[in-house]
């Protein structure tokens, strides 16, 4: 299972560290990755990391000011979210994949989202 959290609502330029713990599989053979979906709008890829972290993909909307990570040893995969937009406001997920891909992932390897609104 993937469960996202530290999603909240934040003013224009703010911050947010997004986390997705993990458990009953095993994290560290997964490449990673934070899927966005806005409201009436279809899922976008935010960024993707490899198994060892060493490789990442943004997407060209949030590179610059988002950062993604993970903790093996901890099982988590996180997002920093800096200098945050109101075109940021979505539910993100985070997902497993056997591929590094700038692909969004299936439906079905998705976790519990967590709400972000950017909003002054």
């Known amino acids: 299972q993937l469960q996202a959290s530290g999603g909240g609502s934040v003013q224009p330029g703010g911050s947010l560290k997004l986390s997705c713990a993990a458990t009953g599989f095993t994290f560290r053979s997964y490449a990673m990755s934070w899927v966005r979906q806005a409201p009436g709008k279809g899922p976008e890829l935010v960024s993707a990391i490899t198994i060892g972290g060493t490789n990442t993909v943004y997407a060209d909307s949030v590179k610059g000011r988002f950062t993604i990570s993970r903790d093996n040893a901890k099982n988590t995969l996180y997002l920093q979210m800096n200098s945050l937009k109101p075109e940021d406001t979505a539910v993100y997920y985070c997902?497993?994949?056997?591929?590094?891909?700038?692909?969004?992932?299936?439906?079905?390897?998705w976790g519990q989202g967590t709400l972000v609104t950017v909003s002054s």
């Open positions: 997902a497993r994949s056997w591929v590094f891909s700038r692909s969004v992932p299936p439906r079905d390897s």
